[in-house]
């Protein structure tokens, strides 16, 4: 029976819109994150059980350097009991879960992981199934893995406990005994991310927060921690609607709270439009003979009407100073950050993909390039009319 994201994830205070909140700063900052290796951040989802993911809470898109994806399935836990008894309801849906997803047809094995993220966990038993984890991915082959644990191998027993009570779930869900290949292959995918975010002093909002600051724009730094509350309210609010968030949406809702620096990732484009802006302003002459007109009121009226308005029409008789008026307001422009500042004559190609490898930009989406324009500069339109 499909259960309303409203109830599974519930818009108040919860542990899972903090963990969902530190994905998305480092989705904001394309930064790694815990549970896939060197990979960053592309879109984190939550609540997502009615869109065909057992592990519904927060789901996590990674890519590496040459666009191979990976996911991270988790279903978080304020707190967690590591144990098969029959009580442990949690411990238990997550065993099933994690299972219904490492055998979903689109799984990739060796690459997607899936699991728990939790606040509060006995130590021992967290680094007994951590370790139990790594002892799978660490083992080439079943054989060698199982070899852990009969008499001699290196098994501790508080890691023999924790793998018979999985081994246990695991057999239950399946109505039969597993298989040692199993057992091997589903602990390998099995992560457990110990978040903290409720106690005094707890450290991950910090690094969240660290991370965020270094995503805006210098004048702008100490709104970092106004950023990473609206970033949870975003996630909280957004569990009870199976939201989804990649770097452009989520720019868009901070962009009117703070201004960014910029992706990283296109940092090259962005410094490419300010140099392509610059050398098409510099050539506008705007002097007659060396001799400058005051345009401060025109310029005023301008400013008053981008306030306003996103697109700005320009008109005027021939030789009026239209085009000396949108110099001068690229100018100020480029003082606030990168600009698409585009001139007919300097036009090439017949769409923008042309344009761009043209000019020497990558092949990344204009919608991409002009939210990150909108987000670290000026976010009108100015269009000169004769």
């Given at each position: 029976?499909?259960?309303?994201?409203?109830?599974?994830?519930?818009?108040?205070?919860?542990?899972?819109?903090?963990?969902?909140?530190?994905?998305?700063?480092?989705?904001?900052?394309?930064?790694?994150?815990?549970?896939?290796?060197?990979?960053?951040?592309?879109?984190?989802?939550?609540?997502?059980?009615?869109?065909?993911?057992?592990?519904?809470?927060?789901?996590?898109?990674?890519?590496?350097?040459?666009?191979?994806?990976?996911?991270?399935?988790?279903?978080?836990?304020?707190?967690?009991?590591?144990?098969?008894?029959?009580?442990?309801?949690?411990?238990?849906?997550?065993?099933?879960?994690?299972?219904?997803?490492?055998?979903?047809?689109?799984?990739?094995?060796?690459?997607?992981?899936?699991?728990?993220?939790?606040?509060?966990?006995?130590?021992?038993?967290?680094?007994?199934?951590?370790?139990?984890?790594?002892?799978?991915?660490?083992?080439?082959?079943?054989?060698?893995f199982h070899a852990r644990f009969v008499e001699g191998g290196n098994a501790s027993p508080d890691i023999k406990t924790v793998k018979n009570d999985v081994v246990t779930l695991l057999e239950e869900e399946k109505g039969m005994s597993c298989t040692t290949e199993e057992v091997h292959h589903f602990l390998a995918h099995f992560v457990l991310i110990q978040f903290d975010f409720l106690r005094e002093g707890s450290t991950d909002p910090s690094e969240a927060i660290n991370r965020i600051r270094d995503c805006l724009a210098p004048d702008d730094a100490a709104k970092a921690s106004l950023v990473w509350s609206r970033v949870v309210q975003l996630a909280r609010s957004s569990a009870g609607k199976s939201g989804q968030f990649n770097r452009t949406r989520l720019v868009h809702f901070i962009s009117p709270v703070a201004r960014l620096r910029g992706a990283t990732s296109l940092s090259h484009d962005l410094g490419k439009l300010t140099e392509l802006a610059k050398s098409y302003t510099n050539l506008?002459?705007?002097?007659?003979?060396?001799?400058?007109?005051d345009r401060t009121q025109l310029l005023e009226s301008l400013d008053t009407k981008l306030t306003t308005a996103h697109v700005v029409q320009v008109r005027g008789l021939p030789g009026s100073g239209k085009s000396v008026l949108v110099r001068r307001a690229v100018q100020r422009s480029l003082e606030q950050g990168p600009i698409l500042f585009l001139k007919a004559e300097q036009l090439e190609g017949t769409n923008w993909i042309s344009y761009a490898t043209s000019q020497g930009l990558s092949g990344a989406p204009l919608e991409q390039l002009l939210v990150e324009v909108e987000a670290t500069g000026a976010p009108n339109f100015l269009h000169r009319c004769d």
């Open positions: 029976m499909s259960q309303s994201p409203e109830i599974g994830g519930g818009e108040g205070f919860t542990f899972e819109g903090d963990a969902a909140a530190f994905y998305l700063a480092a989705l904001l900052a394309e930064a790694y994150a815990p549970g896939i290796d060197d990979r960053t951040v592309i879109q984190v989802s939550v609540q997502q059980r009615d869109f065909g993911e057992p592990l519904d809470d927060v789901i996590v898109d990674f890519e590496d350097d040459s666009k191979n994806p990976a996911r991270l399935s988790l279903q978080v836990k304020r707190s967690l009991t590591i144990s098969s008894a029959n009580s442990n309801e949690d411990f238990r849906e997550i065993i099933r879960d994690s299972w219904a997803t490492f055998n979903k047809p689109d799984f990739r094995f060796n690459v997607d992981r899936y699991g728990t993220a939790v606040g509060t966990i006995t130590p021992s038993k967290e680094r007994a199934l951590k370790t139990l984890c790594d002892l799978a991915r660490e083992s080439l082959t079943p054989d060698h506008i002459p705007d002097d007659i003979g060396g001799t400058k007109l």
